[in-house]
């Protein structure tokens, strides 16, 4: 069974710095995706980048980005130019490519971030 | 474009008795999942249903129960409630023939049980 640590319950970051969220997971499969989701008080888990375990390159979208390092089975999301909206929990996923029916998604514990004015 | 959707937002029930939550998926969308997600945790995976089949299910009992209706819709029927099975229950769907399209959460509801 897959499993998906995060180790750090909590991080602030001052606003406008760059901070760096800790996950790690383990898998005997080759295959997969990776997932860093935000949940904010609304509750709702909004995705904020992905990963395919087969691509090299690292993964970013504007101000996020992570360190995808497969042999460390190490995957860490780092913010760049901290904004008050990035303050909530955030959740580090995993996803088996093995295809329909093999589509959960196991979450670690998740980190609260908070964001020092 | 409303996301997905779910009923009721809050609910408190007593020890022993049964719920109901229901979920709409996003418009487009045909597979629809469910996560109870405990204070403090991460979601964990409960079952997902596709063609109004189940086609995957986590490590929960039978007490925990679905059903998905032609319109894509989804029930999870929790029965003889325990005072764990407190949490904020979320549902998940994902577009129709993308496989390996993110799932796309509602807001959740939050059940008490007492």
Redesign the interface.
């Known amino acids: 069974a897959q499993t998906v640590t995060q180790s750090q319950p909590e991080m602030s970051v001052q606003e406008a710095e760059t901070v760096t969220l800790s996950c790690t997971y383990d898998t005997s499969e080759s295959d997969y995706y990776l997932f860093w989701y935000k949940q904010p008080p609304s509750r709702q888990m909004i995705l904020v980048i992905r990963q395919e375990a087969y691509k090299q390159q690292n993964a970013t979208e504007n101000r996020f980005s992570v360190n995808f390092q497969k042999a460390a089975k190490s995957f860490s999301l780092k913010i760049s130019d901290s904004q008050l909206g990035d303050a909530a929990m955030y959740f580090c996923a995993y996803r088996s490519a093995r295809g329909f029916g093999n589509e959960k998604l196991t979450f670690g514990t998740g980190t609260r971030l908070t964001i020092i004015p | 474009d409303a996301g997905v959707t779910q009923s009721p937002t809050h609910l408190i029930k007593t020890r022993g008795q049964q719920v109901t939550l229901r979920c709409s998926p996003k418009s487009g969308h045909d ?1 629809v ?1 469910w ?1 109870q997600q405990a204070l ?6 409960i079952f ?1 249903y ?1 063609e109004e089949e189940e ?2 299910r ?1 490590n929960f009992p039978d007490r925990f129960s679905g059903h998905q209706f032609p319109n894509y819709s989804s029930e999870l029927n929790v029965n003889a409630l325990l005072l764990g099975d407190s949490a ?1 229950y ?1 549902c ?1 769907s ?1 577009p129709k023939g993308l ?2 399209s ?2 796309h ?4 509801t ?1 059940l008490t049980v007492t």
């Open positions: 597979t999942s996560y403090g945790q991460g979601p964990q995976f997902q596709y086609r995957q986590g904020l979320l998940a994902r496989l390996n993110p799932l959460f509602g807001n959740g939050r």
